[in-house]
């Protein structure tokens, strides 16, 4: 069934792209380095690429619920096209994707989309060479991952002059993304963000830079009793700013090896209305309640790696992220710190584990990975995480189970993680992940319970 639909998105595609002014997949980097460095070939080029992803997760409710294990697939094709003259171009992309997940009790379904990727014109090195401007659906990366990496409708400004890169967008969703997607999500609706960079290589030994994003929701809470359509629920509308800084470097490099360090800081605050709804009827939900609160939090990570003078560089990374918690959940005023909704928790972003891989909220997890060269193609990555709630809570925000804890102790578990990378190939990338977390007494009676997860992904441009 999936392969036949993904037959049927290509087909589609390649009819849309023929009509289709312009396509691509590639990213603007961090402080517009992309932008600068982009190729001064004119004309079009033709991009293609192939992705599977194929995952299996056992027991992610910790025995709270029988057949729960999860077979899921993912097939996604872009096939994208740019065109350049001069110092402008002409960017985007369309992605075909075919998604099935069944459950142990053989529930689940499958389905098959096409989604608007990258669509941007770019105006590279206006006014005296150093500034350039980009419009359009765009990808914002922290290259850490940690701050965002999202493809956002939006306009934006780059900077760049010797060891300074500078930008900053406004971006707002003007549209639905995915042929099956009948609205624009209700937590993206009428939500204005404005995203900052600055970055400054001091040297070698520092790099300096800052973030900022100030987010702002103009949907209206609805009112208490109001009837919801089923998909438009919205139970958070918040007006909230994020800044913070890193410095990252490298403290040494001899014949012991090369050891390098990188920090962050970020901090959180503004207000938030919370609604809670009730089912009311097939297809509606009401307003029970709301509640207005104030968000003041704060977190920071930092890590050190050694790379040993040894062939194929192996390494040893030690990570610490702390993310405060409230202690005092009726005081109106939420302590817990939150990451900006932007950022990757998903496959590529292992520091917090590849099982629980929580949002960094109300926690403290510590990190130990070993990385080993296998050969000159092939890499193997071993991580420990153990994850500690910093004030005991009855739930995680954003996590890789669907347990919860129970707000009877803070130990929340411990997790051993197994990454494999393979680049034998230019145009093909193979990954490999495995992981296991052992659930900790925060969630009583599913203390000791394992929660596993395998997951392999494969991408191909051709």
């Known amino acids: 069934m ?18 289709f002014a312009a396509s691509g997949s590639s990213r603007i980097e961090q402080g517009g380095d992309a932008a600068l460095e982009l190729s001064a070939e004119p004309g079009f080029e033709f991009a293609s690429a192939f992705d599977l992803k194929s995952e299996r997760l056992w027991n992610p409710t910790l025995g709270e619920q029988p057949l729960d294990d999860l077979r899921a697939f993912e097939e996604e094709i872009q096939l994208g096209l740019s065109y350049r003259r001069g110092d402008f171009l002409i ?5 075909g994707i075919a998604d099935q997940a ?50 956002l409708d939006a306009v934006r400004f780059y900077y760049a002059d010797g060891p300074w890169r500078l930008y900053a967008g406004v971006a707002e969703n003007l549209g639905r993304v995915s042929t099956n997607e009948d609205f624009i999500d209700p937590e993206d609706q009428d939500l204005q963000r404005l ?11 520092l790099h300096l830079a800052g973030f900022l994003l100030a987010q702002r929701d103009r949907s209206d809470a609805p009112a208490i009793g109001q009837l919801v359509e089923e998909g438009h629920q919205d139970d958070s509308d918040a007006d909230l700013l994020w800044a913070g800084l890193r410095a ?6 001899s014949p012991a090896g090369r050891l390098e360090y990188r920090a962050d800081i970020a901090f959180v605050t503004g207000d938030e209305t919370l609604t809670a709804f009730e089912e009311e009827a097939p297809g509606f939900s009401q307003v029970d309640q709301t509640q207005k609160r104030k968000v003041r939090g704060w977190a920071t990570d930092v890590g050190v790696t050694w790379t040993l003078p040894l062939p194929g560089d192996p390494s040893v990374t030690l990570v610490y992220a702390y993310g405060s918690g409230d202690n005092n959940p009726d005081d109106h005023t939420d302590r817990a710190f939150r990451q900006t909704g932007l950022q990757d928790q998903d496959e590529e972003f292992r520091d917090y584990g590849v099982v629980l891989r929580p949002e960094l909220s109300n926690l403290r997890i510590a990190t130990l990975m070993l990385g080993l060269p296998l050969s000159t193609d092939a890499r193997l990555t071993l991580g420990y995480h153990h994850f500690r709630q910093v ?14 804890p129970t707000a009877e102790s803070r130990e929340i578990g411990k997790e051993i993680s197994l990454v494999l990378q393979i680049q034998k190939w230019e145009n093909l990338e193979m990954e490999m992940i495995a992981g296991s977390f052992k659930a900790g007494r925060a969630y009583g009676t599913g203390a ?7 997951f392999f992904k494969m991408i191909y441009e051709f």
């Open 2 to 19: 999936v392969i036949e639909g993904l037959s049927r998105l290509f087909v589609s595609l390649s009819l849309l792209l023929i009509s």
């Open 91 to 95: 960017f985007g992309e369309i992605k």
């Open 102 to 151: 069944v459950y142990a009790d053989d529930t689940g379904g499958s389905e098959e989309a096409l989604e608007r990727g990258e669509m941007w014109l770019l105006f590279n090195r206006v006014l005296d060479g150093n500034y350039s401007l980009q419009i359009g659906r765009q990808n914002f990366l922290d290259p850490r991952l940690w701050w965002w990496d999202a493809d």
């Open 195 to 205: 995203l900052g960079y600055a970055g400054w290589r001091v040297s070698k030994q």
């Open 248 to 253: 990252a470097g490298v403290v040494d490099e």
């Open 391 to 404: 004030d005991a809570a009855s739930f995680l925000r954003n996590t890789g189970i669907d347990a919860e």
């Open 448 to 454: 000791g319970e394992r929660a596993n997860r395998l």
